[in-house]
T-cell receptor, first 106, second 115 residues
Framework: RKEVEQDPGPFNVPEGATVAFNCTYS??????FFWYRQDCRKEPKLLMSVYSSGNEDGRFTAQLNRASQYISLLIRDSKLSDSATYLC???????FGAGTRLTVKP | NAGVTQTPKFQVLKTGQSMTLQCAQDMNHNSMYWYRQDPGMGLRLIYYSASEGTTDKGEVPNGYNVSRLNKREFSLRLESAAPSQTSVYFC??????????????FGPGTRLTVL
């Protein structure tokens, strides 16, 4: 059975901190992933895509490690508004992780 | 552009009742999906439709049926609701399944409670 797994957290960090989440996947053929952000009682929204070369968008960096079969999301200089649940998704299998909850505190 | 719309937003059913969840997208996407989201379980794929006229089972299809009415609309039917189907249901659409260009856009969800 193909799985996508995440540490559920919660991660509680102070404003300005750097925080990283990992997501492991079991399908060795998978090459493309997405990170989604989901606010409480809302639908998931795309944060960024992750391919072999990684991706950076402002304070957010996503990387793929195919040898160890995990993807990571790094958030620098955390803001209060970053508080949400972050879901990783395997594009090939259409599978989502259960999400990692982040709370950024003043 | 409304994106992906879902109706109803909330629904309470009694065990054994039936209902249909409606979903529509206006982005001319080929593929549409139905997920359920339960606490601690993440999003689980119920059914998907890679293109108009096709449907396929996902991870948790039992107790559900789907209809891809046309390119825009994809409905999910519960024939005989059970308490285990209490969940939040999300519809999503994307250009193509299983490709790197497969960003899925989600509707606002339907919160279903089965008593």
């Amino acid at each position: 059975r193909k799985e996508v797994e995440q540490d559920p957290g919660p991660f509680n960090v102070p404003e300005g901190a750097t925080v990283a989440f990992n997501c492991t996947y079991s399908n060795s053929a998978s090459q493309s992933f997405f990170w989604y952000r989901q606010d409480c009682r809302k639908e998931p929204k795309l944060l960024m895509s992750v391919y072999s070369s990684g991706n950076e968008d402002g304070r957010f960096t996503a990387q793929l490690n195919r040898a160890s079969q995990y993807i990571s999301l790094l958030i620098r200089d955390s803001k209060l508004s970053d508080s949400a649940t972050y879901l990783c998704a395997d594009v090939l299998d259409m599978r989502f992780g259960a999400g990692t909850r982040l709370t950024v505190k003043p | 552009n409304a994106g992906v719309t879902q109706t109803p937003k909330f629904q309470v059913l009694k065990t054994g009742q039936s209902m249909t969840l409606q979903c529509a997208q206006d982005m001319n996407h080929n593929s549409m999906y139905w997920y359920r989201q339960d606490p601690g379980m993440g999003l689980r794929l119920i059914y998907y439709s890679a293109s108009e006229g096709t449907t396929d089972k996902g991870e948790v299809p039992n107790g559900y049926n789907v209809s891809r009415l046309n390119k825009r609309e994809f409905s999910l039917r519960l024939e005989s609701a059970a308490p285990s189907q209490t969940s939040v249901y999300f519809c999503a659409s994307s250009r193509e399944p299983g490709t790197s260009n497969n960003e899925q856009f989600f509707g606002p969800g339907t919160r279903l409670t089965v008593l």
